[in-house]
């Protein structure tokens, strides 16, 4: 199982960015998937998750500026931010929790990360 993410850059404050989730390899299906993030010398922390039944949770400092969505279909995640601050700077990971094969438990697997740099 991988966990593919893109869509992250370079923007000046007050500007947005897509980012982007492909889980591929051998899936039998996927619970929760998420977006975490980690700015230097910090550690890394909730952004969103959204479960199947499309429920979302946010940390308390995105909600109303990030949206996280899903495509079932083709197995993505997205997240999108808008309004972006310098505090928002960080890499950004994807996490999904996977189920592989029947009568397994999900197991979560991380993306690489997308670095996300926010100018003032």
């Known amino acids: 199982v991988q966990l593919q993410a893109s869509g992250g850059g370079l923007v000046q404050a007050g500007g947005s960015l897509r980012l982007s989730c492909t889980v591929s390899g051998s899936i039998l299906s996927i619970n929760a998937m998420g977006w975490y993030r980690q700015a230097p010398g910090k550690e890394r922390g909730l952004v969103a998750i959204?479960?199947?039944?499309?429920?979302?949770n946010y940390a308390r400092s995105m909600k109303g500026r990030f949206t996280i969505s899903r495509d079932n279909a083709k197995n993505t995640v997205y997240l999108e931010m808008i309004s972006l601050k310098p505090e928002d700077t960080a890499v950004y990971y994807c996490?999904?929790?996977?189920?592989?094969?029947?009568?397994?438990?999900?197991?979560?697997?991380w993306g690489q990360g997308t670095q996300v740099t926010v100018s003032s």
């Open positions: 959204i479960r199947t039944d499309g429920s979302t």
């Open positions: 996490a999904a929790d996977v189920v592989v094969d029947k009568g397994r438990r999900p197991t979560t697997y």
